[in-house]
């Protein structure tokens, strides 16, 4: 069957942070569905619509179109409390019939509270060598789905007796590795058969759904949570995530065909930020870096962590380039960058006085790279209000021209503020 829709994909270019929710609800408006396709409740998007700020761990950013049809998919992993919670905080804050316009995949695993519970007893084992997890249960979920005693949404909307029975094992088997763990199963399965009844108009194989969507020709947005430097094979590991955050987890996230993606846009933060533990090659130790951090308002929407502040490295851009095939880049939190006299962008590494073809896998090489700077002037002026490429500043667009050149990409947006509107279409 012909593939005759535009799909396209949004990823995270660096460690995750880059606005890819902003880019995502702008995009919104063109588009009939907008799927999610990995990751769990670590993830946070946040959407600034008019006066309202809109957080997202779970659900796709496209729900504040009322619009769209929005698919939690397969390669999810779904804490069912934290999206009920969301559902309700935002239809709170205005989004109307979120229930009716949310679809989830019967293959979607599940997170359970037990699940966040090793998370944090995992981390407390690793003493220093602690990798800075959200604690949000995602990995051991993702080592549950691995091991094949996890439980998947499509048990849940089955037989309940056999879904308990399911439960009960899980909880033995973390029971027996975990002895401090504490569940109240009874407590538990009564909720969840609660939740069964609620989610149930809500589960459907939505492989079906996007196929049938494929054909009518309807314009589908994949929005990737986390980012590309948070890849479980491709990122810094073990400071990673535990899902395929590139181009390839939308595909297996989602069951949509390789052929049927026609545009990858990678989302860039024009400096680089990063939460929680691992290496961070440009990091600012220094008032640079707490500027940065206080005007880009840098603190987790999931966590409220502070985030670590560094220089934009295009050898991260580029590497994740290598791996996604972007075909257009959106360039955010330009406007942070206003008040800096001069501005520096890594370009290259060097280890023994020899560049390093891209971005090394081993940590210890990356703890001894030299990292190779161009220096650029600032703009020293407000691009808050700017909405037309050729208003931009000369040292703005000379900015942006390196990260063109450098990447091999073109630049497609630029962000300059928080808002809906604030962003420039350069081409």
Known sequence: MPINSEVCLVLGAQWGDEGKGKIVDVLAADVDLVCRCQGGSNAGHTVLVGDK???FHLIPSGITNEKVTVVIGNGVVLHIPTLMKEIDANSLKGIKDMMKRMKISDRTHLVFDMHQQVDGLLESLKGKSKIGTTKRGIGPTYATKALRNGLRM????GDFDSFSKKFQFLYDYHKRLFPEL???????LKKYKDYSTILRPMVEDTIVTLHEALKKGSRVLIEGANATMLDIDFGTYPYVTSSNCGSAGACSGLGVPVNAIQNIYGVVKAYTTRVGAGILPTEL???TGDHLQKVGAEFGTTTGRPRRCGWLDLVVVKYTHMVNGYSALAITKIDVLDDLDE????VNYKMNGKALPSFPAHLPDLEKVEVEYMTLPGWKQSLKDIR???DLPENAKKYLKLIEEHVGVPVKWVSVGKSRDAIITVM
């Open 53 to 55: 700020e809109y957080k």
């Open 154 to 157: 499509a048990d849940l909307m």
């Open 182 to 188: 504490e569940v109240n199963v009874e407590e538990e």
């Open 285 to 287: 130790l220094d008032d």
């Open 343 to 346: 501005i520096k962008v890594a």
């Open 388 to 390: 037309k490429y050729d």
